[in-house]
């Protein structure tokens, strides 16, 4: 067995996952290369909330973007009825403050911007999609469709919800549909009075949500969701009439905003997410992101735990000589916090997505009731970052 400490890395996929463990590993000296399937590496479309843990993670490594250039704080969010009345406000200015980190809302594609400057002159080979891999003591090979093999000393599988890394690691899969559709659209917009800076809000309906965040710059973020059934959500082919018709009658700047929005600017996304994977890896290969643990959106937390993933995974292989241990040693950290945070989303999401009419008044109830200190303890514990055996020096 090899007991030198490792010297390149191979990334497969440049979507957020692979960008920021391109930089996390870059600082603790490690050459990269990023192997992607996509023809160019387009800025992405749709917006995120990028939270707390997520900066706080990037930061404990020594990676911190300037993500204020191109994005806002956001530090409340209220839940509201279809017709814009307060059901609840949740409060993050508290807890962000306590914990030293915002909770930005931002395009995907300025997050992309942000994470290749910090990779700098990392290789990223584009049109070069995995097809497999092999691994022994002496390090690992990437197989590319074209035929190509590239090596290196460990390999993170970072190509999404349908990563053929993780196919190779676990057998074919079928991702779980969690029952509803989403459209999403980053539209420029301006109304300081029903969406003043900073603005956040979900509104409530019957069997659907929309969600609306300005995430400055003149932009603003929003999302709509309707319950469906798998087979309808896999055959929608629906435009800006069809989310108009399902959100018509609701508050007016719900209205306004997909009214305002040109239909080749909003995306349709099937809500899906896997069970907790218990093996994330073997041997000198191991997962990140969305082909690790991909996680419905209730939460918010997608980029950050990616972020997370990267993080950790710099501070186990810091000086590490035992590459396989070092990669078991950063998927058993953080299997306890996804496996938990795969199951509130879940969870979370069921009740937003609640129908009928006992349905939507038991969930706006609830929310109405629930105590302050328990929502914000509860947000605390999604929102914090910590780790278990900090490895790389301030």
Wanted: charged residues 25%; aromatic residues 8%.
């Amino acid at each position: 067995m090899s007991t030198r400490e490792p010297r390149k890395a191979i990334v497969a996929g440049a979507g957020i996952g692979g960008l920021t463990a391109a930089a996390t590993l870059r600082k603790i000296g490690l050459e990269v290369e990023i192997y992607e399937r996509a023809k160019e590496l387009k800025h992405a479309g749709g917006a995120l909330s990028l939270m707390s843990n997520g900066v706080l993670a990037l930061r404990s490594v020594g990676v911190e973007p300037n993500f204020a250039k191109y994005s806002d704080t956001l530090s409340e969010l209220s839940f509201r009825t279809t017709s814009g009345k307060i059901i609840k406000t949740l409060k993050f200015r508290g807890i962000t403050e306590e914990l030293g980190a915002p909770t930005y809302g931002m395009r995907r594609g300025d997050l992309q911007r942000l994470l290749l400057d910090e990779i700098g002159d990392t290789r990223i080979e584009l049109n070069s999609k995995a097809a497999g891999f092999e691994a022994d003591d002496d390090g690992v090979r990437l197989h590319l469709e074209d035929g190509r093999t590239v090596h290196g000393d460990l390999l993170i599988g970072a190509d999404g919800i349908d990563s053929a890394v993780r196919r190779q690691l676990v057998g074919p899969e079928t991702a779980r549909d969690a029952g509803y559709l989403c459209w999403l659209a980053t539209p420029v917009y301006s109304d300081p009075e029903r969406v003043p800076a900073g603005y956040a809000a979900h509104y409530w309906g019957d069997g659907a949500r929309f969600g609306i965040a300005n995430i400055g710059f003149g932009r603003v973020y929003w999302w709509g969701t309707k319950n469906m059934s798998p087979e309808a959500v896999h055959a929608y082919r629906g435009g800006r009439d069809d989310v108009l018709r399902t959100f018509a009658g609701w508050a007016p700047e719900v209205v306004a905003m997909i009214k305002g929005t040109p239909e080749e600017e909003i995306i349709v996304v099937r809500a899906q997410d896997r069970p907790f994977l218990e093996h994330w890896g073997r041997g000198r290969v191991t997962l990140l992101g969305d082909a690790a643990h991909p996680i419905l959106t209730a939460l918010g937390q997608g980029a950050a735990l990616a972020m997370e993933d990267a993080a950790v995974l710099a501070h186990h292989l810091a000086g590490a000589t035992d590459v396989p241990a070092a990669l078991r040693a950063y998927e058993n950290e953080r299997g306890p916090r996804i496996r938990e945070l795969i199951r509130r989303a879940r969870t979370m999401s069921k009740l937003e997505q609640s129908e009928g009419r006992l349905g939507v008044a038991f969930r706006n109830t609830y929310f109405r009731l629930l105590p302050d200190w328990a929502i914000e303890r509860y947000n605390r514990s999604v929102m914090s970052f910590s780790l278990e055996q900090p490895r790389v020096p301030s």
